[in-house]
Structure formats: structure tokens, C-alpha cells
């Protein structure tokens, strides 16, 4: 059975925002897009960070409207390419405590995203793979 890749069970796209944008913008995105982060971009389209609920959620009683993205947001992201096996991404997820990883290819203006993989994908995948085992 040949590798299966990243690429296979990613969300294909991002949620993004400029870091320019206001945390109540950013918000409404998370809410409205049923998201658990935004990955955060340049204007290239490159990858900048990414913000997470819970980096919003440290912010809780602060003038939303006030504050922006790109001051708050994560600007060390852990990404993998389509090309990497699943295996590989799990085992990041695993080792660093992360709930998704950003799927980026390579271009000139640096690492553009093309879509994340989170623990929901990899086991939404696993529930429609060949299973060794049933529910008794």
C-alpha cells in the first residue's frame, strides 16, 4: 500500500487574514468560517503566522476592535508540504502539541499556504480507512 500523502487528507485552501486586521474582524472570521485558526498572510500571499482561538482567547476583555492580527498571532508555524506522509504529520502533531499544521508549497516570495491538516482531517480519514478492529 503506497504512502499516503498529507495532500490526500488536508483541507485544500485556507481561512486567512492580513495581519493588518483588527482581532473583532479576525473574530468574526473564526466564528462565521467554524475555524479553529487563521492562517495569516502577506500581501504576496505568503505565509506570515497564524492565529489561533486560543491566542484570542488570551485577549478576552480587551477592545477587540483596538488590536491587530499581526500582534498577537503566532509568527512560528509548523508546516508541511502535500507531499509529506501522514505519518511524518502526526508525528509533529504528536511531539509539538499543535491541533493543525499549515500545508504550504514553495515559491519566490516564501512559503504560500495551500491548505492545513488538523487532528480532525487525520481522523476523519482514518474513520473511512480499512480498520483491523471493530466495535464489539
Known amino acids: 500500500m503506497p504512502l499516503e500523502t498529507v495532500g490526500e487528507v488536508m483541507h485544500r485552501g485556507a481561512v486567512t487574514c492580513a495581519p ?3 482581532l473583532q474582524e479576525a473574530v468574526r472570521i473564526l466564528s462565521d468560517g467554524d475555524v479553529g485558526a487563521l ?3 502577506g500581501n504576496a500571499g505568503e505565509l506570515l503566522g497564524i492565529l489561533s482561538q486560543v491566542d484570542v482567547l488570551r ?3 480587551e477592545n477587540l476592535a483596538e ?3 499581526g500582534e498577537i498571532m503566532s509568527p512560528a508555524v509548523l508546516t ?3 507531499d509529506t506522509p501522514v505519518q511524518a504529520a502526526i508525528n509533529i502533531i504528536l511531539n509539538s502539541g499543535v491541533h493543525r499544521l499549515v500545508v504550504t508549497t514553495s515559491s519566490p516570495n516564501g512559503a504560500i499556504p495551500v491548505g492545513v ?3 480532525t482531517d487525520i481522523i476523519r480519514h482514518l474513520r473511512g480507512a480499512a480498520w483491523a478492529w471493530r466495535w464489539q
Request: proline share 6%; no cysteine; net charge positive.
Open 59 to 61: 485577549h478576552y476583555g
Open 67 to 69: 488590536r491587530q492580527v
Open 20 to 22: 493588518a486586521a483588527s
Open 80 to 82: 508541511v508540504q502535500p
Open 39 to 41: 492562517v495569516v498572510v
Open 117 to 119: 491538516v488538523s487532528t
